[in-house]
């Protein structure tokens, strides 16, 4: 496994709500997009890496201290991550 980022969880929790990622609209300007969606995608790095430290207790603190939208919106981009990768839930049962 690669090496996770390694933050508190509140600097987790920061970099989900910075990512803005429930700002995003049709009409945001691709550099725009891009920053969110990195940004995104390192505190879901980062979050990883607080499951491997600390467990899913502390994943679910973080998550838990998000607003409504932005843990949908962060949801979102990590479940589309999840799809491009190689697990599938049939791998995971062992199927």
Known sequence: MPDRIE????????LIRGASLE???QDTTPADRDRSIGQGLTALDALCGLCDRGGTDEVWDVLRS?????????ATLAISELALTDYSSKERLGD
């Open 7 to 14: 933050l508190p969880p509140i600097a987790v929790e920061r």
């Open 66 to 74: 998000l607003e409504r939208r932005q843990l949908l919106a962060f």
């Open 23 to 25: 700002d995003l609209r």
